[in-house]
């Protein structure tokens, strides 16, 4: 638990790096093109690149600390078990489903990577390269969801930052 923890909390580091390189890419874009009046080549990709590789790569960290959105009033309202079946029962769903896009975008990401395709811009980016944040990201978010499903299960934490005593 706590390598996968380790590690979520690096992805966020990086996927926040990620998004830093791609609000400088943009800045240096129109620098380029509004005060130098030339024309951009890789700032558009690389940019778009680095917002789904951060959005792939980051939501591990945001599942660690709970930053997604998050409807609790249900469980806010129930017992202690059915607040755990809840959190047990969501969890799971999300991870069939990370499970399931993993499952496509692996073969997905190996058919880039092995015909060594490219943007077809001017840059011609090695797909591979982004492409990789995705089965990256869902393989770290899966653990993470075990990660989670375990916490459940042997009682550590409970769903919604709860104790089994907590009453609306």
Request: aromatic residues 14%; hydrophobic residues 55%.
């Amino acid at each position: 638990m706590r390598a996968v923890r380790a590690v979520s909390r690096a992805f966020g580091v990086l996927a926040a790096g990620l998004i830093v390189l791609a609000i400088y890419a943009i800045c240096h874009m129109v620098w380029v093109r509004a005060v130098l009046g030339e024309s951009s080549i890789w700032q558009t990709e690389f940019a778009s690149f680095s917002i789904i590789a951060a959005t792939f790569l980051g939501a591990p960290y945001i599942l660690l600390t709970r930053g997604h959105v998050n409807v609790d009033i249900v469980p806010l309202y129930v017992g202690p078990p059915t607040r755990r079946f809840l959190s047990l029962a969501g969890n799971v769903v999300a991870l069939a489903f990370c499970l399931i896009f993993l499952y496509a975008a692996v073969p997905w990401w190996y058919e880039v990577f092995s015909n060594d395709q490219t943007t077809p811009s001017i840059w011609r980016a090695r797909l591979w390269i982004p492409y990789l944040a995705v089965p990256v990201g869902l393989g770290l978010l899966s653990l993470q969801f075990i990660v989670e499903i375990w916490q459940v299960l042997a009682r550590i934490e409970w769903p919604f930052g709860l104790s089994p005593g907590d009453r609306p």
